[in-house]
């Protein structure tokens, strides 16, 4: 099962931006959709964003729409998240997540996830 380890959350000002990376541990990575999820405190998980093993195809969650950018880079097994224009309400952890075939909004469809970053907008 295809291993993921999330990296550049942190704490940044309304407004600003921050990168995530996804680096995953098999070589089938390219053979991978890929998706972003995120956790408020006392909130269930939601849907960010995903893109398709191909990277031709993408979904984003409406809130996140034109702030957000999911991309891939096969060659370097890695999955990114551009996060621009950031909000207070973006707080909550970030976790990245692998699927067996065709890019989901739904959690449940995923079979990998990895252990999440924290990502933090004051106000």
């Known amino acids: 099962q295809v291993q993921l380890v999330e990296s550049g959350g942190g704490l940044v000002q309304a407004g600003g931006s921050l990168k995530l990376s996804c680096a995953a541990s098999?070589?089938?990575?390219?053979?991978?959709?890929m998706g972003w999820f995120r956790q408020a405190p006392g909130k269930e998980r939601e849907f960010v964003a995903a893109i398709s093993w191909t990277g031709s195809g993408t979904s984003y969650a409406e809130s996140v729409k034109g702030r957000f950018t999911i991309s891939r880079d096969n060659a370097k097994a890695t999955v990114y998240l551009q996060m621009n224009s950031l909000k207070p309400e973006d707080t909550a952890v970030y976790y990245c997540?692998?699927?067996?075939?065709?890019?989901?909004?739904?959690?449940?469809?995923?079979?990998?996830w990895g252990q999440g970053t924290q990502v933090t907008v004051s106000s």
């Open positions: 098999r070589r089938t990575f390219s053979t991978y959709a």
């Open positions: 997540a692998a699927r067996a075939g065709a890019r989901s909004t739904s959690h449940n469809d995923y079979d990998a």
